[in-house]
Structure formats: C-alpha cells, structure tokens
C-alpha cells in the first residue's frame, strides 16, 4: 500500500527544484505530515515543507492557504509558516508590498477567527511582528482598536494581537535594533492606557465569559512585562480591583485562577523599583496581603493548582520588596507579614510548594551577607530556623521506603536544592549551633528511621562549615555514626556515609577516628547499594588525610576498585621506591583485564566495551601526583611505557568508536600530564599513531591529545619540528571536515579543540606556527570560525586570535621577538581588515551578548599591535554595515558610527571597548 507521501513524491519528487509546488502538492504534503501512518513519510513530510518554507514561495503558498480555508492542519501550516517568514525573512520583501501583506493578514485573522485558538495566536503573532518591523505603520495599535474593538466577535483576535505585541518587542527571533525598539516602546507607552480601558470595557462586559476574562488578565499582564504602565494609572483601575476579587473568590476556575495570578506576579515584576512605583506598589501590597484566607481557603479544599498559584504571588511580593524588607524590617512596606506568607507556604505538607520559594531565600541570604550586619541578622534569624524545621521536615522520605534515597528524581532534585539552599543561610543561624540542635534531636527519644534520615541529610549539608578544630560534638557525632548497627534502614546508613564523607576535615584533626571510619565505610563498600557512596566517602577522606592514610595503603584499599582514584591519592605519599611498585600493582588488574578482551575479541570476532577498565587507569594516573625532585626519575614513568602498548592496540581495535577513542586519550592524557617530559619515549609512537588514525576517523579528542603534547614538549627544542609535523598532519583532515556545508555548525568539538591546540603552539612555541606555513589557513578557519555560535568552541578561536596578535605586541626577552613581531605584522597586513570586519559583522548579527568580551579582546590586542592602521580597518567595516532595517527603520545614526568609532580608537583599557562594542550591537539586535 502507498502512503499518502509516497504518492505526493511520485507527483513532486523535486518540487523546490523544479519551481513553484501547486497548492494541491503542498496540501498533500501537509496532510501526510500530520496523518501518514508511515513515521518514515511523516519525516520526508517534514523535510520538503521545512525546505518550502524556507524558499520565496512560502510567502504566496501560505496566503493562497489561508484564503482556502480548507482544513485547521493546513491553515495552522500556513500562518506559521507566515509568522516564521515575517520574523526570519522580512526582507526578502520589497517595501511597496508590506501594506498588502498587513491588509492580508487582518482580512486572514477576522476570516479564520472561529476555525482554532491556535491558528489566531499564530496570525496575530504575524501581525505583531509585522507591525514592529513595518516602520510605516504608525499608531498600529490605535488603528486595530478603531477598527475593531466596536465589533463583538473580533475582540478575541484583537485582544490576542495586543497580548502578543508587547511581548514580541523583545524576541530574539527579530532584530529589530535597540532605536526602532526605543520607538515601538514609547508608541505603546503613549497608547496604554487606551488599551487599559478597553480591557476595563471588556472585564466588565464579560459577565460569565471566563475566557473573555482570561484573555484580559493575561494581556494586562504582557502589559505589564514591557513596563510601559502608567502606575498612577493603574493604582486606582478597576481592573486590578477585578484581578484580586477574583483571586479572593472561592469558585474562581483553575485556568482563570492561574492567568490572574500569572498578572499580579508580572505586576509585582514590573514594580521592582519600588520607589518609582509608590501608588501602585502600595495597592499590590496590600491587595497581596488580602490574599491570606484564600490561601488557607485552598489548603482546606486540597486544591494544590490554587496553593501553588498564591505561593507563587507571595513569593514575588517577597522578591520585589526584598530591599525594603531588609533597609527598614518591620516598618511600613518592609512589613515582615510577607515573610510570614512564605512560611505559612513552607508548612503545606506538599515540598513543590516550598520550592517555589527557593530564590528569594537565596537572595535574602545574599542582601543580609553584604550587609554583614549582627542586628539585622537577629532580625531575620527567627524565619530562617523556622525555615530550616519545615526543610528538614520536606527532607523526609515516606515511611515505607525502601532503599536507598534517590537523587535522580524530582524528590531527589528537591532535597539537592535544600542542601544548597541552607548552604547559604546558615551563616544567619550558625553552622555549629544548628548542627548541635540537629543532633539533640537524634539522641532525644527514639525518632521513626524517616526524620532520623532527614535530620542526618541537613546536618552533611552544613558540616563542611563548621570549624572542626577541637569540637568534642563533631567527635561525639562520628564515634556514634560508626556504631550504628546494620539493621538500621538502609537510606539511615546510606546517608550516615555521606554526612562522614563531609567530616573528613574533623578525621584529619582526629587520626584516632581514621581506623573506625574507614572499618564502617568497609561494611559499606562489600553492600552494593552502598558502594558508590562509600567509595566517594573514601575518595574524600584520602584527600584530607593523605598522610595518616599511607599506612593504610597495604591493606584492602589497594585491591578494592571502587576506590581507586582515593588510593592514588594516598599513593602519592608513599616514598618514592614504594610509589613505582604500588602503582604496577594498582595497574596490573586494569591492564590484565584490557589484554583479556583484547584475546576474547581477535578469537571471537565481536568487540568487547574496555571503558571501565579505561577510566580507571585514567584515575589513576590523574590523582597520582607525587613531589618528585629534580635529577629524580618519576617513579610512574616505567608503569606508563610498560602499559603503552596494551593501550595502544585498545585504540587500535576500537578506532571507529568515537566513545571508547575519547576515553582511550583521556587515559594518556593524564598518563601524559602525571609523568610530564618523562613520558618523551610515548611521543613518537603516539604521534604516528593519533595521525594515522585520524586520517580515517577524525576524533577531536585527538586534536585535544596534541594540544596536551605541545603543553608539555612544545618547549623542548627537539621537539617543536615533530609537534609541527603532527599539527599539519591533523589540520588537513580537519579543514577537509570544517569546509563541507554546514561543517563549523555540525562540528563545534572539532573546532574547539583544533583552536586550543594552535593555541597552545601560540603559548609554547610561537615562532615555529608563525613561520610555517600552515599559518594562513589556520588563520583562514580562524576568520571563518568566529561566526560560530558555541560557547566553548567561539572562545577556543577568539582566544587563538587574541594570543597570537598578543605574541607581535608583549617583548618577553626571546630571541626571535623582532622576527615574530614582522611575521605578526605580514599576517595583520594579509588579514587585518578582513578580520576586523568579520569580528564587526559576527558581534552585529552572529554572536551572543556573553560572546562580546572575547571579541572585545581581540580587537583591543589589534588596536595595540597597530593602532593608526585598525582605526582605518574599523572605519571601513562600520561604512559597510546596513543603515537601515529591512522595515524602513533607521538601525543606526552617522553620529551613532562616528562615536562608536571615537569609543573604540580612543580606548585606554580592554573593558571600555567591551562595553562600547555591548551599546552599539544592541543597535542590531
């Protein structure tokens, strides 16, 4: 049987290519995507209208669409695709044709208004960005009410539009520039209030329209996002009048209980500024605090969406009137009843409700730690041990748990944010007397396995804060820890081992402990539930207590694997003769198990997975440090050549596995970095073999592998030809993968990691790039990379760029400065004003504001290379920039260019062309 979109590839097979798709095809299209039986046709479905829409011809496609009316999943295609076209592709239309598209799409929303809710967001949503970018259409808002709001059964669509238009004023997706924003957000200011009162008439109106009421409270609130109301205004609406009487009301329906209190919070929101907010601050405040027996209302009611709702409302008036709260508690707006609001929210027996709370206890915490103020502390003490109580209460598990506590789920999530959270606030309590609270209950009584679990939970919170130098409590809290017997809940002792875990500073200053904690972690390292944090718990104590532990490292420690990254630890404490032969041992049992896969897999043909093995030698060679003197042989160096081999033919076997390769160069990289110049023997056969790899399967965890070579080596005369050889030999394969389409967007590891290996030649060995000549390509990528939008990988190139121009301006008293400083300025003079445009252009419409200091840094370091000719670079990259927006808006001024241009020349620190470079991009963005 044909599925529908075989049939349509049989009519169309290259429909794009061919020229305009016939409507019939495009509605066939549509229809297989969304009922095709076949998921294989649903994504061919998906590709061909993803390629349409892209094309010239969505625009026609999609208004011939909408005109017929046919069905909501052609129609919902359609206005999306028109929303998408408008905020991505606006200026593929000429400007005489923007009134006509405007015409269309309100004669499109008033047609189809009825057909689905969806279908009119998406449309009025077109609209909205149509009108922020349209720079003709003036007083749009004025216009759509004039034109619409005398008319019933448009409301809905016009009241959709109004909701979406403030909110679309700064959406990412359009670039509309930080003047034609100025200009949208003062248009709106200037009709607010016209559109208040028309949601005054519509509040009013609506009777028993809950959906009517809905749609105004949650246009209100967008409103109130932009902050461009009139709070004078609003303090004596009606409609915030409306908004609480709702809220108050017992029957009020979930979904118009959420958008009222969705519109208070960005009430609360928008009148952080407090004072400049007076009126309406003091009618939310009080209208806020109203809010009490609804809430107690709700609880009686289980109504958990309303609970949350009103926690979510006093939560904000908590965040917008923090400032006063902490300046004046207890006087007027500092009225310390909200805090009470939090903590009647704190004891619902639910934890999502506290949850809600968290960051304002965060930054409650953060205010009065600045302030470090001892009678203001005492002030807010009080709220926060009661905090603490209802915290340690949520921390519980339910009675009949069994195992041990999750961490994964949201429950465990929870209680890693309790952990945090009272991390940084109890400096207000004090670490030490709330531990000791904490472990009065527990020897108060005999309280159920669930809140001995819990109080244990908060007291591995806060151990780590307190001074463990002679306190008999923390002592007395070990000695206990350790006697608990193994019929004890399982999440009891699992929990017991992480709070010893924390203690591990107390066993240091107490070696006495060191025998009795390490026998109870033991017990808990043979039960397998307990492994793992047990064997973190020993982890931590081996890197306190690395010298009380050597004596220890003959006993189990050394034959148990689940510890083994706490026994290199102590191993490096060891004397050295000893060091070398601990470590064969330790590496022995990883090594053997490698080579007895590598049998296993050449007899049976399959291909076994070594990461276990892998990563443990990994963490050996990463926590093995010992202090060794100069003259002295490393003690690992022998360990590491021995095992050489059995590594390499792993990487052999498993070459076109990117997962065991990345965890093969991990292992020598720490190998590499524990034994440094003494692993020199491992660097001609590693090099060959990581080149003849890579010209298969290129792993950029191999390009990694050789910035760690030149790390250690590029330094050492004999080896900088070799390092260099190794470079052109894996720049090759990469260019060949970064130049295909899409190649630097499908390959940001690869680019990240070739950069932080060029760079690292930069850093070691900066003539021996220079001078080769594999310099300008790299340079060429470089240019080509900074368009990149990923985090790591972007600042992998601007770090490049900036380091190498940096080796041309700072004399380090080498030799070779004057020749590195000519081959820098040949390189400058090739690329210069091809650089500094791209790095202009990519910060305008490329990059991320958390990019621009990267950027900024290299510019600044072109500057004082040269500073005469970058002013003429920067000056013919600004001319190019466009002057307008595809709109008609102006994007920028002649005085705008000129004085970002004197900014930037007349810069005397790096920081000040940041910051010139974060004002002029927001005139593109």
Known sequence: RMTLLNRFFLKQKNAMEGGKPTLPLVYQAVQALYHDPD?????????????????MYAWEIS?????????????????????????????????????????????????????SPIIVTQLALAIADLALQMASWKGCVQT????????????????????????????????????????????LAYYSTTVVTLLVTCAEKSGHDEKMLIKVFRCLGSWFNLGVLDNNFMANNQLLMILFQVLQRDETSTNLHEAASDCVCSALYAIENVAVHMPLAMQLFQGVLSLETAYHMAVAREDLDKVLNYCRIFTELCET????????????????????????????????????????????????????????HRVFKPYIQRLLHSLARHCQLDPDHEGVPEDTDDFGEFRMRVSDLVKDVIFLVGSMECFSQLY????????????????????????????????????????????????????????????????????DRNPCMLDPVLNFLMKGLREKPLASVAAKAIHSICSVCRDHMAQHFQGDLSHCDWFISGTALVLARLPLEKIAECLNDL?????????????QDSSSGKSSDP?????????????????????????????????WPVLSETLNAHQNDNRIVERCCRCLRFAVRCVGKGSASLLQPLVTQMVSVYQVYPHSCFLYLGSILVDEYGMEEGCRQGLLDMLQALCMPTFQLLEQPNGLRNHPDTVDDLFRLVTRFVQRSPFTLVNSSIIVHIIQCAIASTTLDHRDANCSVMKFIRDLIHTGVTNDHEDDFEVRK????????????????????????????????????????????????????????????????????????????????????????????????????????
């Open 39 to 55: 998921p294989a046709g649903k994504e061919r479905a998906s590709v061909w209208l993803g390629e349409l829409q892209r094309s």
């Open 63 to 115: 208004d011939q669409l909408l005109q017929l009316k046919q069905d909501v999943e052609s129609c919902y295609f359609a206005a999306q695709t028109m929303k998408m076209k408008i905020q991505t592709s606006f200026y593929e239309l000429p400007p005489e044709t923007h009134t006509a598209l405007r015409d269309s799409l309100l004669s499109h929303i008033q047609n189809l208004k009825d057909l």
């Open 144 to 187: 759509l009410i004039e034109k619409y709001s005398n008319d019933v059964s448009s409301m809905p669509f016009l009241i959709e539009i109004l909701t979406v238009l403030p909110e679309e004023v700064h959406s990412r997706s359009l670039r509309i520039g930080a003047n034609r924003r100025t200009e949208i957000i003062e248009d």
């Open 321 to 376: 009137f923090l400032e006063m709260t902490v300046r004046t508690p207890g006087l007027g707006m500092g009225d310390l009843r909200i805090l009470e609001l939090l903590l009647i929210c704190a004891g619902h027996p639910q934890y999502e409700v506290v949850e809600i709370s968290f960051n304002f206890w965060y930054r409650l915490g953060e205010h009065l730690y600045k302030t470090n103020d001892p009678a203001l």
């Open 440 to 507: 009065s209950t527990l020897k108060e009584g005999n309280p159920p396995w669930e809140v001995t679990e819990a109080v244990l939970f908060i007291m591995a919170s806060i151990a780590k804060s307190i001074d463990p130098e002679n306190n008999p409590t923390l002592t007395e809290v070990l000695e206990q820890i350790v006697l608990l017997p193994e019929t004890v809940h399982l999440a009891v002792r699992y929990t017991s081992i992480e709070l010893v875990g924390e203690m591990s500073e107390v066993i």
């Open 587 to 599: 590496c022995a049992v990883q090594v053997m198990a490698l080579r007895k896969l590598l049998a």
């Open 611 to 643: 990461t276990v093995w892998l990563d443990r030698l990994a963490v050996i060679f990463r926590h093995t440090n010992p202090i060794v003197e100069n003259g002295q042989t490393h003690p690992c160096q022998k360990v590491i050549q021995e095992i």
């Open 822 to 925: 000519r081959l820098i300025g040949q390189v400058m003079e090739q690329h210069g004003q091809q650089l500094v445009t791209q790095l202009i252009n990519t910060c305008c419409f490329c990059l991320p504001p958390y990019t621009l200091p990267d950027v900024a840094e290299v510019l600044w370091e072109i500057m004082v290379f040269d500073r005469p000719t970058f002013c003429r670079w920067l000056e013919t990259a600004l001319k190019g920039l466009p002057k307008e927006t595809a709109g008609g808006a102006l994007t920028v001024t002649h005085k705008q260019l000129t004085d970002f241009h004197k900014q930037v020349t007349s810069a005397e620190e790096c920081k000040q062309v940041c910051w010139a470079i974060r004002e002029f991009t927001r005139l593109y963005r």
